[in-house]
């Protein structure tokens, strides 16, 4: 999980990663390489994120928590990001899936 994390602030330094409603338009407008889920997110939440994703053929994994996920970049409350680098998003999508 620590790679993960390591990844994540990377890619956010880096300006590779949008969060909030941005994520919405990331998969909307198929900049999102990939979507991280929080799994403490609300069923609310994560059900219209995986229908976005799933619709719009996004790719999405989940991380344990938004606490997680939050201290990864740097910004309190995170519930979602999407990764707008494709090699971030291969890197992180082989941690988590592995």
């Known amino acids: 999980m620590n790679n993960v994390v390591n990844l994540i602030g990377l890619a956010t330094r880096a300006r590779k990663i ?3 409603e941005m994520v919405l338009n990331a998969i909307r407008n198929h900049s ?7 799994e403490d997110a609300s ?10 994703c799933t619709f ?6 989940f991380i344990e928590s938004s606490a997680i996920l939050s201290h990864a970049i740097g910004k ?3 519930m979602a990001i999407a990764i707008n680098d494709l090699g ?3 890197k992180i999508k082989n941690y988590l899936k592995g």
């Open 56 to 61: 719009y053929n996004v790719e999405y994994v």
């Open 18 to 20: 949008v969060t909030g």
């Open 76 to 78: 309190n409350n995170r």
């Open 88 to 90: 971030f998003a291969e």
């Open 43 to 52: 069923d609310n939440t994560k059900k219209k994120l995986i229908d976005k």
């Open 32 to 38: 999102a390489k990939l979507v991280v889920i929080a």
